[in-house]
């Protein structure tokens, strides 16, 4: 089984400071690592995945995201916060190396932009 | 191109209805799938085709709970004698067999059950 744990469930920050919303994971088999962003009344985005290859990865928008096996987490970040950043982020989960397709979805971080 | 569509977008049914909840994916992905979103949670998995075949449907919470997708392309969800605890955000998503797996989202259908 597998499973993702935000450990906020709201961050806040100023315009222009970074942001740092944090992801830890469990998993029995090498997992597949993503973040996904959803504004109001619009769909799930994805902001970037890890499947293996580099464990930094870069996403779109000035996100990225660091994937460390020995601490088991998968924490996002950006050096410098937009007011249109502001939205639900959820960490996800999938084992695709074992063929199962679902996604694991955490409970989400809601972040907000001060101005 | 057209992304992911679902309808309708909002759907308010009295306790002991059914009701149905249509996805159109992006054209040429073969694999769909469903999700619940309950109010202030993540999404949680439903059910999983590929083609027209249901090949995973472990995370259906009741047998009130049936996908189809006969043609391989629109897929209808449907909830029969609806309960409160029923009232969620149905989430569909598409992907292509050849695109590392990512999962493209519709919009969603907020279902409300009174």
């Known amino acids: 089984a597998q499973s993702v744990t935000q450990l906020d469930s709201h961050v806040s920050v100023s315009e222009g400071t970074p942001v740092l919303l944090r992801c830890n994971y469990s998993?029995?088999?090498?997992?597949?690592l993503f973040w996904y962003v959803q504004h109001p009344n619009k769909g799930l985005q994805l902001l970037l995945k890890?499947?293996?290859?580099?464990?930094l990865v870069k996403g779109i928008n000035g996100f990225e995201a660091e994937f460390k096996k020995s601490e088991t987490s998968f924490h996002l970040t950006k050096p410098s916060a937009h007011m249109s950043d502001a939205a639900e982020y959820f960490c996800?989960?999938?084992?695709?190396?074992?063929?199962?397709?679902?996604?694991?979805f955490g409970s989400g971080t809601r972040l907000q932009v001060q101005p | 191109g057209a992304g992911v569509s679902q309808s309708p977008r909002y759907k308010v049914a009295k306790r002991g209805q059914d009701v149905a909840l249509r996805c159109d994916p992006i054209?040429?992905?073969?694999?769909l799938f469903w999700y619940q979103q309950a109010l202030g949670q993540g999404p949680e998995f439903l059910t999983y085709?590929?083609?027209?075949?249901?090949?995973?449907k472990s995370g259906l919470p009741s047998d009130r709970f049936f996908a189809e997708r006969p043609e391989g392309s629109v897929s209808t969800l449907k909830i029969q004698r609806t309960q409160q605890e029923d009232s969620a955000v149905y989430l569909c998503?598409?992907?292509?067999?050849?695109?590392?797996?990512?999962?493209?989202f519709g919009p969603g259908t907020r279902l409300t059950v009174t």
């Open positions: 998503a598409s992907s292509h067999r050849d695109s590392n797996y990512e999962q493209y």
């Open positions: 998993s029995s088999y090498s997992p597949s």
């Open positions: 890890y499947t293996s290859a580099a464990t």
């Open positions: 996800v989960v999938s084992l695709l190396d074992t063929g199962r397709r679902a996604l694991t």
């Open positions: 054209s040429g992905h073969v694999s």
């Open positions: 085709f590929q083609n027209e075949a249901q090949l995973d």
